[in-house]
C-alpha cells in the first residue's frame, strides 16, 4: 500500500517557525529586566504574547489538533536549546576565556524558565484551544 507524504503548506511552515522562535527568545531574553513606564518586566514578556496569538492562528486555520503538535514541537525544541545551554555550562571553559560567569549569571536560568513556560503554556493555552476549537465546530 503506497504512502503519500505528508506535506504542509508555506504558511504553516512559516507559522510553526514563528511559533517556535517566539518560545525560545521568550525564555532566552527573560532573564533582562526592563522598565517600560513604572513596571519593572522580563524582556520575554514582550515576545511569548506572540505565541499565544500564533497558538490561535495555528487552531483556528489548522485545528486544534495540528496546534496541538506545534505546541509539543515547540516546547521539544525549547527542551533540546535548554540541554545544549546547559550542556555549554558545564562543559570546562577555555583557559584564556573570561566569560563563564557572565554565560551561567545570563543563561543558567533557561532551565528554570522552560519549566515555568511550558506551565503557563499549558494552563494558559492548552484549554483556551481546546474550547475555541470546539466553539468553532458548533457553527461548522
Not at 520575554?44 to 495555528?58: E, M, N, R, T
Not at 514541537?73 to 563563564?100: E, H, K, R, T
Given at each position: ?79 533540546i536549546a535548554v540541554m ?57
Amino acid at each position: 500500500m503506497p504512502t503519500t507524504p505528508l506535506r504542509h503548506s508555506l504558511w504553516f511552515v512559516i507559522i510553526v517557525a514563528l511559533f517556535i522562535t517566539c518560545l525560545l527568545t521568550a525564555n532566552i531574553t527573560a532573564v533582562k529586566l526592563v522598565q517600560v513606564f513604572e513596571l519593572i518586566v522580563p524582556v520575554g514578556i514582550v515576545i511569548f504574547p506572540l505565541s499565544y496569538i500564533i497558538g490561535d492562528v495555528l487552531t483556528e486555520v489548522y485545528g486544534y489538533r495540528r496546534a496541538r503538535r506545534v505546541i509539543w514541537l515547540g516546547f521539544v525544541c525549547n527542551l533540546i536549546a535548554v540541554m545544549a545551554i546547559w550542556l555549554g555550562q558545564i562543559l570546562p571553559a577555555a583557559s584564556f576565556w573570561d566569560g563563564q560567569a557572565a554565560y551561567e549569571r545570563i543563561l543558567g536560568y533557561t532551565p528554570r524558565l522552560l519549566v515555568a513556560s511550558f506551565l503557563a503554556y499549558l494552563v494558559g493555552e492548552g484549554p483556551k484551544n481546546l474550547l475555541a476549537q470546539q466553539e468553532g465546530e458548533r457553527y461548522v
